[in-house]
Structures are given as structure tokens and as C-alpha cells.
């Protein structure tokens, strides 16, 4: 059963820094794409970043570009969002998500089959 566990969220200023850790556990994909989506309240679920592991080719949207940056962690199955320069718009709860294959739209959340909790990222002004 595969089972994907988020963590690393939390409250900060504006113009501070988070690292989101996402560990997923059940595993057996060789190559496979993991990514972050975001929810904020009132809003769609966004897709923030995504990384395909078989190329190591990234993809952010355009709101997080030159502040964000997706990566695959030292331990196996890891994946990690280091969040620089956070701003209030980046206010939501971040999931970590991933699939054996590589979406046709990255962007879109029904591309993901398996997906984490949730947890909570607040930047105030």
C-alpha cells in the first residue's frame, strides 16, 4: 500500500523560508513523477512544482518560479520543496503527490493517483 507522508509546514514572516519533506513508503515505480499541489481557502487545487525522476525535469508554476524549488532527497522515494521568499499568496495546504507515470498536464490533480495529508503552510504579511 503505498502512502505518502508530508512534513515541515508551519507559520512564517513574509520573506522567510520552509523545506517541505514528502516520504513516501510502499513504493515500486523505477521512474514516476511527484509533484506539490496547493489549497488555499476559497481557491481550486494549483499544482506549485513537479519533478519527473527518470530526467530530473522540473516544472514550476509561474507564481513560485525563482522562489521554490522541487528536488528529490537523499533517501529513496523523498521528495522536498524549499520554499524561499514566501509571501502571503503562498498561504495553504501544500500536498505532496505522485504517480507511476508521467502526466499529460502536470498541472492537473486527477494526473496523480496517490496523494498525502496535507499540511499546513501560513506566511503573514
Known amino acids: 500500500q503505498v502512502q505518502l507522508v508530508e512534513s515541515g509546514g508551519g507559520s512564517v514572516q513574509a520573506g522567510g523560508s520552509l523545506r517541505l519533506s514528502c516520504t513516501v513508503s510502499?513504493?515500486?515505480?523505477?521512474?514516476?513523477?511527484m509533484g506539490w499541489f496547493r489549497k488555499a481557502p476559497g481557491k481550486e487545487r494549483e499544482g506549485v512544482a513537479v519533478i519527473y525522476t527518470g530526467s530530473g525535469t522540473t516544472y514550476y508554476t509561474d507564481s513560485v518560479k525563482g522562489r521554490f524549488t522541487i528536488s528529490q532527497g537523499n533517501a529513496k522515494y523523498t521528495l522536498l520543496l524549499q520554499m524561499n521568499n514566501l509571501k502571503p499568496e503562498d498561504t495553504a495546504v501544500y500536498y505532496c503527490?505522485?504517480?507511476?507515470?508521467?502526466?499529460?498536464?502536470?498541472?492537473?490533480?486527477?494526473?496523480?493517483?496517490?496523494w498525502g495529508q496535507g499540511t499546513q503552510v501560513t506566511v503573514s504579511s
Open positions: 510502499g513504493w515500486t515505480y523505477n521512474s514516476y513523477s
Open positions: 503527490a505522485a504517480d507511476g507515470l508521467y502526466p499529460a498536464n502536470w498541472r492537473d490533480p486527477s494526473e496523480y493517483h496517490y
